[in-house]
């Protein structure tokens, strides 16, 4: 019995360890698949980080991968040396909230009226 | 020595305070607050006095950033808001005398001329250039320009334009005029097939566009218009006959209408089976638009599918484009052991910069080879093929430049063997970042580009070793004349026949090939003016046969 106790206590620890783990770590995320209205939020999202509209986005389906990539105004044809590069973005679920990680800056964008699932690893 | 902004601040603080003054003053005498029922008498503000300039002192540009004789009010095409406060001429002509001192590469070269001395934007932003001359007595700084922002902001879309999918040049624009089709796309108005043959193909002359002369007419503006819309119609949808005679010196008559397309940057890609291996060959046109990077992308991998052991890289039309595609493509040629730990690209900017973007004003971090996908149009991060080749040959004219020049000097950085064959390339090492203000935007010289090993000292191209001309930067190859008589990708082709020669003998054809391109090359007089393009389409064209530096408008 007591062996038991030890045992199931050993459990719930580890399970408590793992729930932190989870609360605290990045998990790559992707919206919920034929959900235009998370789709229209996440460019609104990225429109407004970016402070342009409208955004393209690169070849990037966020309900199949959470990596996003915006890309830059084009260059025009007078840039024949163009230094521009497609703003990457993550979907993350961080500590139960959904968001996009800004890849060049580091910044986390909480979207707290985005619903996201984690990708299976 | 500089002043500060806080210079600025004070006197406007200053001024303010006077201001204040004179207008209590003034209330006082005129009784205001007394229960009057007079208007007060109207105030005239003192004069604003504009920044003062002395020699060789400069004030920080983001000190006038954004103070415009002009305000524009709303949101750019890309829905970013005007920057724009109200401001004067000076300040505009301060900002640039500021912004060329700290972000121009030649700016010590730049002579301080007194903004009070001009009238005109930019008039003055011409001057703020060096004026000294490369080796060989061109201009050093040969692409310096400006446009409207707005005009600017139309062409940086992706939109189609009208076209008939042929690539038309004009070898020479007075009588007699030649004008020749370069290469053609598939899938376009050019290439539908009249009597089994497409209606335009690569080396055909024009002759006539809607009955008026090409080659001896034009003696009327009203000549040269339609001869300009047929050209190079404005809209889709336009119909225009043209009397065409092919490099075969069969002759007939077509009529063409006018597509909305976008030019595909690889136009062609073909493996050659030799006896010693299969040779890949590519046609790039142009690193600019963002399915570039899907189209190498695929063609290296299917090139490497297929087990070439030799690839042509054909770049003689390639004006450039996005770096970042350039890098991939190297890495795709080189692979990863070649290419691990070592720059594609770095940037130098002027010494006063130090290890800073004088433009950014970040670190001065150096292209990779990038080996991923990067997200244009292959998504970030997916791996992409290479061949790991030690050598590469790239077909090159007068017209490969930038980007494509980068390819050449970024993998001779490693140490890829480039075998050149063709021409002499342009000669641009430099780079800038467009900077509007005020409704203008300025391209102005910021960096060099150099490789791995630190070489970008290129001014007046790369060119095949038994070139003729002196001054350029020689490496292995053959100098050949484009082949007009030749589809671009035919082994008999002159320049494709070289490098597959040359791959096999190690050494160059011993006359060049017959069947070249025309003698005459662009002239003067009364030109073509290709009207029936936007500005910046024009200088593109302008810049593709190489006439940027004297017909850029707000060039110099």
Same mark, same amino acid.
């Given at each position: ?10 459990? =719930? ?6 729930? $932190? ?8 995320? %992707? ?91 | ?69 002009? %305000? ?32 121009? =590469? ?11 001395? !001009?009238? #005109? ?123 065409? +005679?092919?490099? #075969?010196?069969? &002759? ?128 970030? /991060? ?28 970024? +993998? ?13 390339? $342009?000669?641009?090492?430099?780079? !800038? ?9 300025? !391209? ?55 490098? =597959? ?13 017959? /069947? &070249? ?40």
């Amino acid at each position: 019995m007591r062996l038991f106790l030890l045992a199931g206590a050993l459990g =719930l620890g580890l399970a408590v360890l793992s729930g $932190c783990h989870l609360l605290s770590s990045p998990s790559p995320a %992707v919206i919920e698949s034929g959900d235009r209205e998370a789709e229209a939020r996440l460019r609104r999202a990225l429109e407004q980080e970016l402070g342009r509209t409208p955004v393209d986005l690169g070849p990037s389906d966020p309900s199949r991968l959470s990596v996003i990539t915006v890309l830059p105004v084009p260059p025009g044809p007078l840039e024949d040396r163009s230094l521009v590069l497609p703003s990457v973005f993550r979907l993350q679920i961080r500590g139960g909230i959904c968001g996009l990680l800004r890849e060049q800056t580091g910044v986390f964008i909480p979207l707290s009226d985005l619903r996201c699932e984690v990708v299976p690893q | 020595m500089t002043v500060g902004v806080s210079g600025i601040s004070d006197r406007v603080r200053s001024r303010g305070l006077g201001s204040f003054v004179l207008v209590l003053i003034l209330c006082l005498a005129a009784g205001c607050g007394g229960g009057g029922s007079a208007a007060p008498a109207p105030v005239t503000p003192p004069p604003v006095s504009g920044p003062i300039w002395t020699q060789g002192v400069y004030q920080p540009a983001s000190t006038f950033k954004d103070f415009c004789s002009v %305000v524009r009010t709303g949101s750019d095409s890309q829905g970013r808001p005007f920057p724009d406060k109200a401001g004067s001429l000076a300040q505009e002509l301060f900002w640039l005398r500021s912004w060329t001192n700290e972000t121009y =590469l030649w700016n010590t070269e730049v002579a301080d001329q007194n903004p009070a001395s !001009f009238t #005109d934007r930019v008039a003055y932003f011409n001057v703020l250039k060096t004026s000294a001359t490369a080796a060989s007595g061109k201009a050093k700084d040969r692409f310096h320009f400006t446009l409207s922002t707005a005009d600017y902001l139309a062409q940086v879309t992706s939109a189609p334009e009208a076209s008939y999918g042929a690539e038309i040049k004009v070898f020479a624009n007075s009588p007699p005029r030649d004008v020749r089709v370069l290469y053609t796309a598939a899938s376009t108005p050019a290439t539908e097939l009249v009597g089994g043959r497409p209606k335009l193909a690569r080396g055909a002359r024009i002759l006539t566009v809607d009955g008026v002369d090409v080659v001896n007419g034009g003696a009327t503006q009203a000549e040269i218009d339609i001869l300009n819309r047929g050209l190079f119609p404005r809209t889709a949808g336009e119909a225009h006959t043209f009397t065409v +005679l092919y490099a #075969d010196q069969t &002759q007939r008559t077509v009529t063409l209408q006018s597509a909305l397309l976008v030019e595909e940057p690889l136009n062609r890609q073909t493996v050659l089976t030799t006896p010693t291996g299969k040779v890949g060959y590519l046609l790039f046109n142009t690193f600019s638009p963002y399915s570039s990077e899907k189209a190498l992308v695929d063609a290296m991998a299917s090139l490497k599918a297929e087990g070439v052991n030799d690839v042509v890289l054909d770049l003689r039309y390639n004006g450039g484009g996005l770096l970042a595609v350039a890098s991939q493509l190297s890495y795709m040629i080189a692979g990863p052991t070649r290419t691990a730990g070592r720059i594609f690209e770095r940037l130098q900017f002027n010494a006063a910069a130090g290890t800073t973007n004088p433009v950014t004003g970040g670190a001065n971090n150096p292209t990779p080879f990038y080996s991923t996908g990067l997200g244009f149009s292959v998504t970030n /991060g997916a791996a992409i093929q290479s061949l790991s080749l030690p050598r590469v040959f790239i077909l090159s004219t007068a017209s490969t430049c930038s980007a494509s020049e980068s390819v050449i000097n970024g +993998l001779r950085g490693i140490d890829v063997e480039v075998v050149l064959i063709g021409g002499t390339t $342009c000669g641009k090492p430099y780079g !800038f970042y467009p900077a509007d203000n005020c409704g203008q935007t300025y !391209f102005s010289i910021q960096f060099n580009g150099v490789n791995q090993k630190g070489f970008g000292d290129y001014p007046d191209g790369f060119a095949p070793a038994n070139a003729s001309s002196a001054f350029v930067t020689k490496i292995p190859g053959c100098s050949v004349a484009d082949d007009l008589s030749r589809d671009l990708g035919d082994p008999a082709e002159a320049m494709l026949a070289a490098a =597959l020669g040359y791959r096999t003998t190690g050494s160059c054809p011993v006359a060049p090939p017959a /069947g &070249q391109a025309p003698a005459r090359t662009v002239d003067t007089g009364t030109p073509i003016e290709v009207s029936g393009r936007s500005a910046a389409a024009q200088i593109l064209r302008t810049m593709r046969d190489l006439r940027l530096p004297t017909q850029t408008p707000g060039g110099s």
